[in-house]
């Protein structure tokens, strides 16, 4: 089967180069390991998008998600005015209609196996796995948006070598049946300074968010609280590490939870298939005690239970492509400028450590922008990576990978492969 693009991974980034690339009539093939698009924002539960406060560019299937969601209530815009506060249920509905809409061709619980170039006709060749079947599927343009570039590894491409600094995992739940009109009111007495906590009524629910970590360095109202509960062995020390709530649209009474953070040895790393197996287990196992925790020490959670653990690893940075420009920190300090901008960016530098007082928080307060070659692979013109694994160094991707900047990155691949090429204008398979 021939299409004209292939795009390998319908997660954040996947999902807007398929869509994008769907509607502007090129015969597209999406190719999703799992049975569900949205990746780290369904899957994973990753909500709500960081809100950015600069004007961003390639904003074409933000502004049509937006459209698309509120069809099926499954996003607000919140009291700090980020429209992208989404329910990660939803989405996985949402994102079906859009690539329905755009006539985007959808494999799901399907991944490359093999892949190889032909010179000749400057055509990619990809045997796939579909359960136990095989397809074979040829294209002249790839877009790599699996989060861990698998057809570069297929293909032996080069990968930015690992950096001395890490950036923790996290397993993200969701518990329901809280009782939000007592905890809000509570946490609003208790975080009297609203330090880190916000608390509105919107039209049909409370929006509410509040956070805890153990970075000494900051401030925290709800200190006391984990203090007493690790003192009385309802917590680990390192379940405190992160806590991080977040309400959802249209889950009244359920919160987003964004941790537990995935505590590792210094020597080991998620890259290896046994640690990463293990870190899942200990992040269900930390699940656990913190929903106890609230069942016991915050007020309004006493009838909870957990609707939903993750069905993936959050991981925030593995593998990194080698493209055809490698970003950097300093190119975000600088704020340099370049002929074909991806996005448009002010989210900061974002490090989530491994160890008390090693977390970054870096605000940058200035636009930095990020060019199309980051996205392009160092080999091959028709080549392309977005999402997580763009070329950029291990500070710069801390600031890129983000959910807007994916949404961007997705975008921009697509409309740098329009700008250069034409298609045949003969259509879906
Ligand atoms: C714990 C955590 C919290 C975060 N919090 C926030 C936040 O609050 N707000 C925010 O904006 N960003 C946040 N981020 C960052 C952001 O969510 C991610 O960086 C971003 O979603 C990654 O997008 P992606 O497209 O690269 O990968 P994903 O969204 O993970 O998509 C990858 C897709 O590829 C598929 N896939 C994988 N391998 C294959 C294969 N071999 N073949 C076919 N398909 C494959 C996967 O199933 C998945 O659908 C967070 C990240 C983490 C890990």
């Known amino acids: 089967m021939k299409y004209d693009l292939i795009v390998f991974g319908g997660g954040t980034a996947g999902i807007s180069a398929a869509y994008i690339a769907s509607k502007h009539g090129i015969n597209t093939l999406l190719v999703e390991k799992s049975d569900v698009l949205g990746g780290s924002i369904t899957q994973g539960l990753v909500v709500p998008s960081m809100k950015l406060d600069t004007e961003n560019i390639n904003t074409e299937f933000f502004n049509d998600l937006k459209v698309f969601a509120d069809k099926y209530s499954a996003r607000y815009t919140y009291c700090d005015g980020n429209e992208a506060w989404f329910n990660p249920e939803l989405l996985k509905i949402v994102f079906d209609d859009m690539l329905e809409s755009s006539k985007c061709n959808v494999l799901f619980s399907s991944e490359p196996i093999y892949a190889s170039y032909n010179n000749s006709d400057e055509t990619f060749n990809i045997k796939l796995n579909h359960k136990i079947l095989s397809l074979y599927v040829e294209s002249k343009y790839i877009i790599d948006a699996t989060s861990n570039g698998k057809i570069f590894q297929l293909l032996n491409l080069d990968f930015q070598n690992k950096s001395e600094q890490s950036q923790s ?37 409370i929006y509410l968010s509040t956070a805890y970590t153990w970075d000494k360095r900051r401030k925290w109202a709800l200190e006391p609280i984990f203090s007493t509960a690790v003192a009385n062995g309802d917590l680990e020390y390192e379940d405190t590490a992160y806590f991080q709530v977040f309400s959802i649209p249209s889950m009244p009474d359920s919160l987003a939870f964004n941790c537990p953070r995935i505590i590792l040895e210094d020597n080991e790393d998620l890259t290896d298939p046994f640690v990463y197996s293990r870190a899942l287990k200990q992040g269900r196992q930390r699940i656990f005690r913190l929903y106890n925790f609230c069942k016991k020490y915050l007020k309004g959670f006493e009838n909870s239970y957990i609707s939903h653990i993750s069905d993936q690893l959050g ?115």
């Open 169 to 205: 995992s996290s397993l993200r739940f969701i518990l329901t049946n809280i009782d939000i009109d007592v905890f809000s009111k509570w946490l609003t007495e208790y975080d009297k300074d609203r330090n880190v906590t916000t608390v509105s009524i919107g039209s049909s629910q």
């Open 315 to 429: 991981v925030r940075e593995s593998y990194r492509i080698k493209g055809k420009y490698t970003y950097t920190k300093e190119d975000i300090i600088s704020g340099k400028k370049f002929d074909n901008p991806a996005l448009a960016c002010d989210y900061p530098i974002d490090i989530h450590s491994n160890n008390d007082n090693n977390d970054k928080l870096e605000f940058i307060k200035h636009t930095y922008y990020l060019p199309v070659e980051s996205l392009i692979s160092q080999k091959y013109d028709n080549l392309y990576a977005i999402g997580r694994i763009l070329s950029a160094d291990f500070e710069s991707q801390a600031a890129l990978r983000t959910q807007m900047s994916c949404f961007s990155m997705g975008e921009a691949a697509v409309k740098d492969i329009l700008k250069k090429y034409t298609f045949s204008q003969d259509k879906k398979q």
